[in-house]
């Protein structure tokens, strides 16, 4: 299974804050920091951000990309 179906297979397709921390080890609060930062991280978890009213959810595809350390640019 890839990183992509095991987060679907347990999320499903759109992650919480406070699923993505957990995936990453980290807090929501410092999460929620990272987000609003213009590093790499902040700009790929935002490129990932959806908004649903509210509520803010992440793609799975996405963060499984970060996760498998796949970076806009080809970068890894």
């Known amino acids: 299974m890839t990183t992509e179906e095991v ?3 347990r999320f499903g397709p ?3 804050l406070a699923q ?3 995936i990453l080890d980290r807090s929501p609060d410092g ?3 990272t987000i609003r930062t213009s590093n790499l991280l902040g700009r790929q978890l ?3 951000r ?3 009213g509210r509520r803010v959810h992440f793609k799975a595809k996405a963060i ?3 996760v498998d ?3 806009d640019g080809g970068q890894q």
């Open 7 to 9: 987060l679907i297979h």
């Open 14 to 16: 759109l992650l919480t």
């Open 20 to 22: 993505v921390a957990t």
């Open 31 to 33: 999460l929620r920091i």
């Open 46 to 48: 935002g490129a990932a």
């Open 50 to 52: 959806v908004k649903i």
């Open 64 to 66: 499984a990309a970060l």
């Open 69 to 71: 350390g796949i970076v």
